[in-house]
């Protein structure tokens, strides 16, 4: 048996057993330290994979229902009257419509979160450039639901009923949507960009199929024209519904099909590792 023993007064090092006898270390568990694993790989790249994907299978969803369902069936262009007698018929749907909005917020933010876990180890730089500019997009998307807040209450009317008239309340609540419009419009050049960049991930990686990188490529360029298209055309509306296709298409089918190969293939296989 192995004594530990120390000669008094001679301020001699303790020392265990035969002094010839090697000492042995306890071995290190890579798994443990490296978070990688059992049988190959690291962990982090496929939750990060299954939070991204599962985020834009949400945020389709939150989408379309916030914004055609809601937005779109309610708000009348130039109609003030109008559209805040649309409101005002159905206000529960129009809160559900802005706690969809916020939930877009928030989901966004874990999906830059989970992009830039994900491409990271390829090109640190450019992936956190990516989630810039993705969070960018939805802190503008943050200021738009705040005008719709605004508008229910121009609607509602509460406390203002005594200060203007029905007709300036209706006309405010119309500025307050169109303001809504000018800043996700304004946020959708950041997520242009994003997808530009997102695209350019795949393609340095090699990690995902290169049709759907160049898709997203073709998806982010397409949000920033239509954006400066907005901006520069007075006559915007003659030609809106060809932009709509330009953008809806590629976004559709790139950010659909990322959204599934993430969560079918994201961070598995040996490029992952």
């Given at each position: 048996m192995n004594t530990q023993t120390l000669t008094p007064g001679t301020g001699a090092e303790p020392h265990v057993g035969d002094a010839?006898?090697?000492?042995?270390?306890?071995?290190?568990?890579p798994v443990?330290?490296?978070g990688a694993a059992p049988g190959g790989g690291s962990r982090l790249p496929r939750r990060a994979a299954l939070i991204a994907g599962t985020g834009?299978?949400?945020?389709?969803?939150?989408?379309?229902?916030?914004?055609?369902?809601?937005?779109?069936?309610?708000?009348?262009?130039?109609?003030?009257?109008?559209?805040?007698?649309?409101?005002?018929?159905?206000?529960g749907l129009f809160r559900l419509g802005i706690v969809a909005f916020v939930a877009v917020f928030v989901i966004d933010v874990a999906v830059a979160w989970a992009l830039f876990a994900l491409f990271r180890d390829?090109?640190?730089?450019?992936?956190?450039?990516?989630?810039?500019f993705r969070l960018a997009y939805t802190v503008m998307l943050g200021v738009g639901v705040v005008f719709l807040v605004q508008a229910l209450g121009f609607v509602d009317g509460a406390g203002?009923?005594?200060?203007?008239?029905?007709?300036?309340l209706q006309a405010q609540a119309l500025v307050a949507l169109d303001s809504f419009d000018a800043a996700w419009l304004v946020g959708l050049?950041?997520?242009?960009?994003?997808?530009?960049?997102l695209g350019a991930l795949l393609l340095r990686?090699?990690?995902?199929?290169?049709?759907?990188?160049?898709?997203?490529?073709?998806?982010?360029?397409?949000?920033?024209?239509?954006?400066?298209?907005?901006?520069?055309?007075?006559?915007?509306?003659?030609?809106?519904?060809?932009?709509?296709?330009?953008?809806?298409?590629?976004?559709?089918?790139?950010?659909g099909w990322f959204g599934l190969w993430l969560l079918v293939k994201g961070g598995r296989g040996p490029r992952w590792s």
């Open positions: 010839d006898e090697p000492r042995q270390r306890r071995p290190v568990n443990a330290v490296s834009y299978v949400a945020l389709f969803a939150l989408a379309i229902f916030a914004n055609f369902v809601v937005l779109e069936g309610m708000v009348v262009v130039d109609d003030p009257a109008a559209t805040a007698a649309n409101i005002a018929d159905s206000p390829r090109d640190r730089d450019l992936s956190l450039a990516a989630a810039w203002l009923l005594g200060a203007a008239e029905p007709e300036v050049v950041a997520f242009g960009v994003h997808l530009v960049m990686s090699k990690r995902g199929p290169r049709v759907m990188a160049v898709l997203l490529v073709v998806a982010g360029v397409a949000y920033v024209v239509d954006t400066t298209a907005h901006l520069l055309l007075s006559n915007y509306e003659q030609y809106g519904s060809v932009f709509l296709a330009m953008v809806a298409v590629p976004s559709i089918v790139a950010e």
